[in-house]
């Protein structure tokens, strides 16, 4: 994202809506990185390259819980 990191965004949809489920979508492998975000309120994440059944995975399983 140009004007903000995903950290950044966790926390603003976090501080919006406590309750949302956010699935982060990352090309960083930096587990440090990876953790704060689920930390800050990322439900779980994804890496990319991603394929089509790993996003409907995430998304089942938050859905289920």
């Not at 982060?24 to 492998?29: C, K, P, R, Y």
């Not at 800050?40 to 998304?59: E, R, T, W």
């Amino acid at each position: 994202m140009p004007k903000k990191d995903g950290l950044t965004v966790v926390k603003e949809i976090r501080a919006f809506d406590s309750n949302a489920k956010i699935i982060l979508i990352t090309a960083s492998d930096d587990q440090k990185v990876i953790n704060s975000c689920l930390e800050c309120g990322a439900s779980s994440y994804i890496s990319k390259p991603f394929d089509f059944n790993s996003v409907l995975k995430s998304i089942t399983d938050l859905v289920e819980n």
